[in-house]
């Protein structure tokens, strides 16, 4: 329930923003939204806050004034906030739904339920099918176009979540199941289990001794909207944060099989249950069976093992090149959970991060890390208040002290900047700034849409450059929300192995760029890996994980991944790499 909380009260926010900004409201929509973005990523809990000190104790969270910090207690209190269903009435639009249309925001969302009485997204396709919205003012054919473009782009991702939106939420509810009792074993098997980027729904095996209460706990979980069946060994429920759940009740002497089936994914099993039939035996989520003689069926290890196969671990089940691997014990040792020393991109409030660098810094050394670079935006990011060479030093200078404080502490912070790529390659600093860094990152945030040949070559010169260290989040995607630019993909990480560049595997929710087959060939290249959080909030270390995951669904290994290395090593490998 812990993260659910934070994220709901900031769902909030952000509507309370968007409707605000729908109206014209000045400055209060931003304030909303950055209230949201504090909340979102902090790592206490809202309402813990509130019972212990009431509306004063939110006051004192940054970002939240007094205004803001009403109705929030409001929320808590009542469930619902009066002005925001206010809103809602007098402007019954959808503003959630058409604001995820990419090119689509407040302004215009009100200009299109003013003159065309738009009110979601299905209005909205059939008023530009219909080519009613090239007419409005500041419309055009061309914004019809790239609308039709978001629309399409939506639909084809609806439905699914976030893992990392779903991950502590699973795990919450695996928790308290597990607390129940009677229950022996409870797992989140299907996707989830696999760390795929989007989640379907919640699959949830168990094995108990009484079904009917681990049934009805689940049932009664408070995150529970709807319940579309029950029974013994099966229930279906819907939850408020828009997901279903399954949870499964099977016999303990068949738990394994039932996971193996239920962790999947589908192809996966297809596979395995061929293997199965050539060996003459039949497997199913009751077990492994010969004739109707049980074989195997307790634990996913000994299934594989009777059908000659390593353990093969989840992350890897995509009937892609696993089984023939596990065939021939040679499925790499992935990097673990949790391996991770040190964070090489955070932003702070120098630019668009809302906690201080020495708010970052200790958030790290409490999530366990021994090292972050501060990669703060660069000046062409205007937008984000990106810093120029007189601000770097600046930066520098309070780095250097905060590097004396922590000393005792053994924690190190570095020097970098996540150095904006300029359409023609080019980078925004000068060398003679850079070279004050400890590393040097860059990434791409503008000119998405040149072709694939401009942007590959753009990036390319970047990546030559002698001082660039790593290239950020580099296909520039956002799940459900942008699509990766147009790049080549094998040219880009030949380059980047050619220049001495490691690749990022970014675990923001919606970016985890790379993806699992880029990162898998990245290693088979040879190029080197870096997981980051790309920390905006203190609360942000926590989806380092999410960044592994994606890098043990490219098969790699803790020796792929170099800031599992000291800093001293990691910060001298890099420079290696560059020689
Ligand atoms: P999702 O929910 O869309 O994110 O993806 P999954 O993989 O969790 O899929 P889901 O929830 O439909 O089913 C969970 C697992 O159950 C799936 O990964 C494999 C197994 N499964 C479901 N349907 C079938 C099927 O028709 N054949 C086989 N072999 N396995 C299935
Ligand atoms: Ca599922
Ligand atoms: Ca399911
Ligand atoms: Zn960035």
């Given at each position: 329930m812990a993260v659910l909380h934070n994220q709901?009260?900031?769902?909030?926010?952000?509507?309370?923003?968007?409707?605000?900004?729908?109206?014209?409201?000045?400055?209060?929509?931003?304030?909303?939204?950055?209230?949201?973005?504090?909340?979102?990523?902090?790592t206490d809990e809202?309402t813990d806050?509130?019972?212990?000190?009431?509306?004063?104790?939110?006051?004192?969270?940054?970002?939240?004034?007094?205004?803001?910090?009403?109705?929030?207690?409001?929320?808590?209190?009542?469930?619902?906030?009066?002005?925001?269903?206010?809103?809602?009435?007098?402007?019954?639009?959808?503003?959630?739904?058409?604001?995820?249309?990419?090119?689509?925001?407040?302004?215009?969302?009100?200009?299109?339920?003013?003159?065309?009485?738009?009110?979601?997204?299905?209005?909205?396709?059939?008023?530009?099918?219909?080519?009613?919205?090239?007419?409005?003012?500041?419309?055009?054919?061309?914004?019809?176009?790239?609308?039709?473009?978001?629309?399409?782009?939506?639909?084809?991702?609806?439905?699914?979540?976030?893992?990392?939106?779903?991950?502590p939420l699973?795990?919450d509810?695996?928790?308290?199941?597990?607390?129940?009792?009677?229950?022996?074993?409870?797992?989140?098997?299907?996707?989830?289990?696999?760390?795929?980027?989007?989640?379907?729904?919640?699959?949830?095996?168990?094995?108990?001794?009484?079904?009917?209460?681990?049934?009805?706990?689940?049932?009664?979980?408070?995150?529970?909207?709807?319940?579309?069946?029950?029974?013994?060994?099966?229930?279906?429920?819907?939850?408020?944060?828009?997901?279903?759940?399954?949870?499964?009740?099977?016999?303990?002497?068949?738990?394994?099989?039932?996971?193996?089936?239920?962790?999947?994914?589908?192809?996966?099993?297809?596979?395995?249950?061929?293997?199965?039939?050539?060996?003459?035996?039949?497997?199913?989520?009751?077990?492994?069976?010969?004739?109707?003689?049980?074989?195997?069926?307790?634990?996913?290890?000994?299934?594989?093992?009777?059908?000659?196969?390593?353990?093969?671990?989840?992350?890897?089940?995509?009937?892609?090149?696993?089984?023939?691997?596990?065939?021939?014990?040679?499925?790499?040792?992935?990097?673990?959970?949790?391996?991770?020393?040190?964070?090489?991109?955070?932003?702070?409030?120098?630019?668009?991060?809302?906690?201080?660098?020495?708010?970052?810094?200790?958030?790290?050394?409490?999530?366990?890390?021994?090292?972050?670079?501060?990669?703060?935006?660069?000046?062409?990011?205007?937008?984000?208040?990106?810093?120029?060479?007189?601000?770097?030093?600046?930066?520098?200078?309070?780095?250097?002290?905060?590097?004396?404080?922590?000393?005792?502490?053994?924690?190190?912070?570095?020097?970098?900047?996540?150095?904006?790529?300029?359409?023609?390659?080019?980078?925004?600093?000068?060398?003679?700034?850079?070279?004050?860094?400890?590393?040097?990152?860059?990434?791409?945030?503008?000119?998405?849409?040149?072709?694939?040949?401009?942007?590959?070559?753009?990036?390319?010169?970047?990546?030559?450059?002698?001082?660039?260290?790593?290239?950020?989040?580099?296909?520039?995607?956002?799940?459900?929300?942008?699509?990766?630019?147009?790049?080549?993909?094998?040219?880009?990480?030949?380059?980047?192995?050619?220049?001495?560049?490691?690749?990022?595997?970014?675990?923001?929710?919606?970016?985890?760029?790379?993806?699992?087959?880029?990162?898998?060939?990245?290693?088979?290249?040879?190029?080197?890996?870096?997981?980051?959080?790309?920390?905006?909030?203190?609360?942000?270390?926590?989806?380092?994980?999410?960044?592994?995951?994606?890098?043990?669904?490219?098969?790699?290994?803790?020796?792929?991944?170099?800031?599992?290395?000291?800093?001293?090593?990691?910060?001298?490998?890099?420079?290696?790499?560059?020689?």
């Amino acid at each position: 329930m812990a993260v659910l909380h934070n994220q709901r009260i900031a769902r909030l926010l952000n509507e309370m923003s968007e409707y605000l900004e729908v109206q014209d409201v000045p400055f209060k929509p931003s304030a909303y939204a950055r209230a949201a973005g504090i909340i979102a990523g902090m790592t206490d809990e809202v309402t813990d806050i509130y019972d212990q000190n009431g509306k004063k104790g939110l006051d004192g969270i940054p970002g939240v004034g007094k205004g803001i910090a009403e109705k929030i207690e409001e929320y808590i209190t009542t469930g619902s906030i009066k002005e925001l269903e206010q809103m809602k009435k007098k402007f019954p639009v959808n503003v959630s739904e058409l604001s995820a249309v990419q090119g689509v925001g407040p302004k215009k969302i009100a200009a299109l339920y003013k003159k065309l009485n738009i009110k979601n997204c299905a209005d909205l396709e059939r008023a530009v099918r219909a080519h009613k919205v090239a007419g409005l003012a500041h419309f055009g054919k061309k914004s019809e176009e790239q609308i039709l473009k978001g629309i399409e782009f939506l639909k084809k991702g609806r439905g699914r979540m976030l893992l990392g939106t779903v991950v502590p939420l699973a795990q919450d509810i695996e928790a308290r199941l597990r607390s129940v009792p009677g229950v022996a074993r409870v797992t989140v098997a299907g996707s989830i289990r696999r760390r795929q980027e989007t989640i379907g729904d919640i699959d949830i095996v168990a094995t108990t001794a009484h079904p009917k209460r681990v049934m009805d706990a689940f049932i009664a979980l408070p995150e529970v909207e709807h319940v579309y069946s029950s029974g013994p060994t099966k229930t279906m429920v819907r939850l408020s944060i828009g997901i279903d759940a399954d949870l499964r009740v099977v016999k303990k002497d068949c738990y394994g099989a039932a996971l193996q089936y239920f962790t999947g994914d589908k192809q996966h099993n297809i596979e395995v249950r061929k293997i199965a039939i050539k060996k003459g035996y039949k497997l199913s989520e009751y077990g492994l069976f010969k004739e109707k003689k049980l074989i195997a069926a307790k634990t996913e290890e000994e299934i594989y093992k009777k059908l000659g196969l390593a353990y093969i671990p989840p992350e890897l089940r995509t009937a892609s090149g696993e089984i023939e691997a596990a065939r021939r014990n040679g499925l790499p040792d992935l990097i673990p959970y949790g391996s991770i020393r040190g964070d090489l991109q955070v932003q702070t409030n120098w630019t668009d991060g809302n906690a201080s660098i020495e708010e970052m810094a200790k958030a790290a050394m409490n999530a366990g890390l021994e090292y972050i670079a501060i990669t703060d935006h660069t000046q062409s990011l205007a937008m984000t208040g990106g810093l120029d060479e007189k601000k770097l030093a600046r930066q520098g200078k309070e780095i250097d002290a905060l590097n004396k404080k922590f000393k005792q502490k053994k924690f190190h912070i570095l020097k970098s900047a996540e150095v904006n790529i300029m359409k023609d390659g080019s980078l925004d600093i000068f060398d003679a700034a850079l070279k004050k860094l400890d590393l040097v990152c860059v990434a791409v945030h503008s000119h998405f849409a040149l072709s694939e040949k401009e942007q590959t070559e753009r990036i390319i010169r970047a990546l030559k450059h002698p001082l660039v260290n790593i290239l950020f989040h580099p296909t520039g995607r956002r799940i459900g929300r942008r699509e990766a630019y147009a790049l080549d993909m094998e040219s880009t990480l030949r380059a980047a192995k050619e220049y001495g560049v490691a690749m990022e595997a970014n675990a923001s929710t919606d970016r985890l760029d790379l993806k699992d087959a880029h990162i898998r060939r990245a290693i088979e290249l040879g190029v080197n890996i870096v997981v980051n959080s790309d920390a905006h909030a203190p609360g942000h270390f926590a989806n380092l994980d999410l960044a592994i995951a994606q890098v043990r669904r490219g098969w790699g290994k803790k020796s792929d991944v170099l800031n599992t290395l000291s800093v001293d090593k990691c910060l001298a490998f890099l420079k290696r790499l560059k020689k």
